[in-house]
């Protein structure tokens, strides 16, 4: 799909919305641990680019944040 030509294409990133859930398998799986999926998603990303105001929840910085129910369970489909 991401082949064919502008506008005909769809928009975003192939594997951005299975990114997280992907991550806390690993998390739930003993992979990896959950602070290494915040550094790998949110404080990394902040550092590398050095994006103001992102990467940790604390004061001065936006309250960007993902809530999930880590006992769900469904699986990644076409």
Known sequence: EKARPYP????????VQTLLPLMLNHVAE???TLQRVID???AG?????GIAGKGRIA???DADFTVVDLKAR????E
Do not use: C
């Open 8 to 15: 005909d294409s769809p928009s975003g990133m192939p594997g």
């Open 74 to 77: 469904w699986t990644v489909e």
């Open 40 to 42: 790998l998603t949110s």
């Open 59 to 61: 004061v001065g910085y």
């Open 30 to 32: 003993g992979r990896t």
């Open 45 to 49: 990303p902040q550092r590398i680019f």
